[in-house]
């Protein structure tokens, strides 16, 4: 058995599995309850200032069968009041010792204001503070959340606010309706974080009513952009925690990284872990299926951690981090070809028209005593994998690395030994036919 | 037990059809497509209904086949489309015959918003005999062509099998009934209770219609001639009464079917269904040589039915005019099935119904065409050997099983074929 225990900056639970601040952590009963079943954390739903909510203040969006591809929300902060919470808070951690207790604020931007709130925080014995600068909707609107994360400045100071008050970890959390995530991360870092979190929700418009012509879901008649979170954001997750992690300044400064985003299953979770993350946050997937996912998400990653030889999470957190590389770094000699394994097809064709219609036109049809069987013609395969992923069958379409002929060579080092080559075409074709590359 | 008289599979709930719709791959140049007779395109109506796109789903099957909801009931799928699924490989085909029905009631329900209208008039006159599939199929290709197509039926309903022979497990009355009105909203002018020789002579047929095309279906059951055949009931009749008037059936308790074809297991299946508490099918050979589909013949194993393989009926037995039995004796196959002289037994029954085939249509010899294997013969038009008469359905079926959906096909291809000469002959 793997040991899944963290600590992250200093926040100690028995597994990596937090609730994100969000709907299920809204209270001391559902955390209470989520504990019971064995979630390692919990981060309490963002308190703060005064709210009213609204009705329908979820929207989903459903793809082909599945249910809840992701969803969306106009949801507040906590609707309940401050010192409802802290006292609720206090009952949670006394009772549940070895879980991570982390409590989300987000409040005037007033330096009174934040270093109120840190104080009542860390007078309830919670382990950390989770600073909300990534609310896309509502709160925005009143220059808190993600309206203070997107300008890195005010990231910065605000962070420093709490900072120079806090004796607990103190976690910024990003938003991800932003260019460069990077940028507001070096800001946190600077004010003096001890921990990131991301992401935060994505802004988004479900969808629209083709019979009353309203934006779904309808708030008496009118909508809006809402925060956007579950499976479909997965690869924007990840693709800014591994920005993170590869970043310098990030990851010299030793900070760790709480990762969420679309984590539903033990596979998503181990995902985020190789990509750097410190801790993992789940809301969407508790949302759809209740607290009892937890079972699973430690199960499965204790057992894939045992199959790979894996003792605790430290082993492979961040495993992968050094294969983030860019464009210009890739092997530009490196060649795959699709094979398609005449046992395991089916004959759907699906490979045969998706290469033909929107691909390279490299797969043809041989006449079989049944019917034609799809075939890559390799030589001129450009390697591109579209058959590979939209074949129905396991293992029926391989790629398979084949010899190219030619010396490794990146676009980086091709623009220093011979930047006409990456300027003109007719260089470029000179280049092609010195290499041998043919581009039917 | 389920109710004899009631559809056996319920319709798919939305959530289903979206579920199973979803599922379909969307093969390229599909397999389900190359093997429906008739060539809907499976993969395009399926993920219509994956897009809820409904109206478009019904009109994608009946740009293909006018008698859709019927073949999405009674279709042999596991022969046909749903045996050629890639997914098959994977033991669970998609139900395609359940999506099809999906969307023909759909499309029943919601109308089709003038999908299916006449074409500009063109003046010629087309008889069509016989308001079965292929004459319906015929008669709605012709209409939407613009020709004016009249339908002689001889029963009182339109339909044919799917009206009187389809039992309504697989196929209620009502359907068949919407399908032929779908057919009349064409223009197509059905006239019930005429036949032909009777009400309306072969040489008016020729001199009133420019084309006339025959979907009479096959004649009424052989005789088993055998004593006591009289208190036989036949299984075609049986099977309509069950869907018209099934209260004038009453089961038996112990139910006697000769035969061993799709028919016979229908009328065993509605026997026990009904309440019969012994129904035993009775076939001069075996179950490898048995007509009926693999598919009904587990479906009617599980309903209960039993067999007597090897056994041939020579008398039926009654006492004061109450049957009380079937004599009958073994057989063995040489390959034919002989008789076992000093075998003979007796099998209890208090109802008897046969199911042994269908005798050739007469009408060939009454219009004088040629025949094959007995059944009118046809050329590749479907034309038969009097140029203007075509013909299609079961009584072409000289070779391959007969059914529903190469019926259809039939009377789409005759319906090409007669509006090509027809327009050619000026």
Known sequence: MADLSINFAGIKSPNPFWLASAPPSNSGAQIHRAFEHGWGGAVWKTIGPPVLNVSNRYGAWHYGANKMLAINNVELISDRPVDVNLREIREVKRAWPDRAVVVSAMVESKPEAWHTIVRQI??????????????????????????????????????????????????????????????????????????????????????????????????????????????????????????????????????????MGGIGTWRDAAEFLLLGAGSLQVCTAAMHYGFRIIEDLCDGLSNWMDSKGFTDIDAIRGKSLHRVSAFQNFDLSFRAVARINPERCIKCNLCYVACNDTAHQCIDQIPNSDRPQPTVREQDCVGCRLCYNVCPVENCIEMVQEPSGRTSVTWAEIGQSEPAVTEDWEAMQRYRSAHGIEIH | ????????????????????????????????????????????????????????????????????????????????????????????????????????????????????????????????????????????????????????????????????????????????????????????????????????????????????????????????????????????????????????????????????????????????????????????????????????????????????????????????????????????????????????????????????????????????????????????DLETSTPGIYAGGDCIRAKGAASTVMAVQDGKLAATAIHNKVMANG
């Not at chain 1, 309830?124 to 896309?136: F, K, Q, R, S, V």
């Not at chain 1, 938003?175 to 994505?202: E, F, K, R």
């Not at chain 2, 042994?356 to 059944?375: F, H, K, M």
């Open chain 1, 122 to 259: 860390e007078d309830t014995g919670a382990d950390g503070i989770e600073l909300n600068y990534g609310c896309p909707h509502g709160m925005s609107e009143r220059g808190m959340g993600s309206a203070v994360g997107q300008v890195p400045e005010y990231c910065e100071r605000i962070t420093n606010w709490v900072a120079s008050v806090a004796k607990i970890p103190v976690i910024v959390k990003l938003t991800p309706n932003i260019t460069n995530i990077v940028l507001p991360a070096h800001a946190a870092l600077q004010g003096g974080a001890d921990a990131l979190s991301l992401i935060n929700t994505v802004n988004s418009i479900i969808a629209v009513d083709l019979d009353t012509f309203e934006l779904v879901p309808s708030i008496g008649g009118k909508g809006g952009h809402g925060g956007y979170a579950g499976p479909a954001v997965k690869p924007i997750a990840l693709a800014m925690l591994a920005a993170l992690g590869s970043d310098p300044t990030v990851s010299g400064s030793g900070k760790p990284i709480s990762g």
């Open chain 2, 1 to 380: 037990m389920t109710n004899a008289l009631t559809e056996q599979f319920p319709p798919l709930t939305t959530h289903e059809a979206l579920v199973e719709a979803n599922r379909c791959l969307y093969c390229y140049d599909a397999p389900c497509t190359q093997a429906c007779p008739t060539h809907i395109d499976i993969p395009r109506f399926i993920k219509k209904i994956a897009t809820a796109n409904m109206l478009g789903s019904a009109t994608t099957i009946l740009s293909s086949n006018l008698l859709g909801a019927t073949c999405a009931r009674v279709c042999p799928v596991q022969e046909l489309c749903e045996g050629a699924c890639v997914l098959g490989s994977e033991h669970k085909p998609i139900t395609i015959g359940r999506l099809q029905r999906h969307a023909m009631d759909h499309a029943f329900n919601h109308g089709l918003n003038g999908f299916l209208k006449p074409g500009p008039a063109t003046g010629k006159r087309i008889a069509v005999i016989g308001a079965g599939p292929a004459g319906l199929s015929c008669a709605g290709e012709l209409a939407r062509r613009g020709h004016h197509v009249t339908i002689f039926e001889k029963r009182e309903l339109a339909g044919g099998l799917s009206t009187y022979g389809i039992i309504v497990l697989r196929e209620p009355v009502e359907i068949a009934l919407a399908e032929a009105d779908m057919i009349r909203q064409l223009g197509v002018d059905i006239q019930t209770g005429v036949d032909i020789g009777r009400d309306i002579t072969a040489a008016d047929l020729q001199s009133q219609f420019d084309a006339v095309f025959l979907s009479v279906g096959l004649g009424a059951s052989p005789s088993l001639g055998i004593p006591g055949e009289d208190h036989v009931l036949d299984g075609l009749d049986y099977i309509s009464r069950s869907k018209l008037d099934p209260a004038s059936l009453l089961p038996g308790r112990s139910v006697l079917v000769i035969g061993a074809g799709n028919t016979a297991i229908d009328c065993a299946t509605v026997a026990k269904r009904l309440g019969s508490q012994q129904v035993t099918m009775i076939y001069r050979r075996t179950e490898r040589e048995m007509t009926a589909y693999d598919h009904e013949y587990s479906f009617v194993k599980n309903e209960g039915v039993s067999f007597e393989f090897l056994a041939q009926p020579v008398r039926v037995i009654s006492e004061n005019g109450v049957v009380t039995g079937l004599a009958c004796v073994r057989t063995r196959l040489t390959p034919h099935p002989e008789p076992i002289e000093g075998s003979a037994f007796i099998l209890p029954a208090d109802q008897i119904i046969k199911a042994i085939g269908q005798n050739r249509p007469s009408i060939a010899v009454l219009l004088g065409l040629a025949t094959e294997r007995g059944l009118i013969g046809v050329n590749a």
